[in-house]
């Protein structure tokens, strides 16, 4: 662990500012979007807003922080160390493209690979929701509030999250499709809201087959400090990203992740 002091509350909150000047006057304006090239996806959409809020974010990071390294979904990886930004300038560009308020702007710190600090922040609603190794809270125009996972141990009583079924429609295995009958409720389409949703209470589950560490990195200290728990579908840690499950509890997670593993 480096014993350089990590940058404040305040700093992240600079950077989602910066961002939020950006794509916050472009929502629901019709905005045009280029495909990018991804496996098994139809259509990947990238926009202005997405490059120029990246842009945005790196520039004060490397005039703050020249020696950090950064990984951005836009423009991949600069510089080296044991201290890495993991930026996603737009989770979500899709519901953003719609016009749906569940896209946001994520960014997290790692320190030798792990997650220690991370903030999402929802600039139409007016909310960010941060955690680091001590706390998670949501902050908005009702105030601050902490955040805290619920307490629902059994699949038969806990709602479960997902962005999209066609993911698991593609593969072979039937995990989470006896994971789905076996919950209270499935719902879609929350991107990194539900993941917020998860470690303020609202939903015990949520699984998604395939992110990239800039999906994930910066909600893990958010879930984690919330009192959740977020590894692989192998039960390794998230940071890396691949077969992502977030769960509200530990008791929780061991039964969703052996349903998710069952018939692979």
Same mark, same amino acid.
């Given at each position: 662990m480096s014993n350089e002091t990590l940058p404040s509350l305040e700093f992240f909150l600079g950077l989602v500012e910066a961002a939020g000047r950006i794509t916050l006057p472009r929502f629901r304006t019709r905005l045009a979007a280029d495909a990018k090239v991804k496996a098994g996806v139809k259509f990947d959409p990238v926009t202005d807003a997405d490059r120029e809020a990246e842009i945005a974010i790196r520039e004060i990071i490397s005039s703050t922080y020249p020696h950090h390294s950064i990984l951005g979904e836009e423009f991949g990886t600069t510089g080296a160390g044991p201290i890495q930004w993991v930026i996603d300038p737009i989770d979500g560009t899709?519901?953003?493209?719609?016009?749906?308020?569940?896209?946001?702007?994520?960014?997290?710190?790692?320190?030798?690979?792990?997650a220690v600090r991370g903030i999402m922040s929802q600039p139409y609603t007016g909310e960010f929701f941060w955690g680091d190794q001590s706390e998670a809270f949501c902050e908005s125009a009702r105030g601050r509030s902490k955040l805290r996972t619920s307490s629902v141990q059994a699949l038969p009583d806990a709602i479960c999250h997902t962005t999209s079924p066609e993911p698991f429609a593609r593969r072979s295995d039937r995990g989470f499709a006896k994971l789905s009958s076996a919950v209270k409720f499935t719902r879609y389409g929350g991107?990194?809201?539900?993941?917020?949703?998860?470690?303020?209470?609202?939903?015990?589950?949520?699984?998604?087959?395939?992110?990239?560490?800039?999906?994930?990195?910066? $909600?893990?200290?958010?879930?984690?400090?919330?009192?959740?728990?977020?590894?692989?579908?192998?039960?390794?840690?998230?940071?890396?990203?691949?077969?992502? $499950?977030?769960?509200?509890?530990?008791?929780?997670?061991?039964a969703a992740l052996e349903m998710l593993n069952d018939g692979r």
């Open positions: 899709k519901p953003y493209l719609c016009g749906i308020p569940v896209w946001g702007t994520l960014i997290g710190i790692t320190v030798a690979g792990r991107e990194c809201y539900a993941f917020a949703m998860l470690a303020a209470g609202q939903i015990d589950l949520c699984v998604e087959p395939s992110m990239q560490p800039y999906d994930i990195v910066p $909600l893990i200290p958010i879930i984690e400090s919330a009192g959740g728990v977020v590894t692989r579908f192998d039960g390794c840690r998230a940071e890396q990203g691949g077969r992502i $499950l977030a769960s509200a509890n530990r008791s929780l997670h061991e």
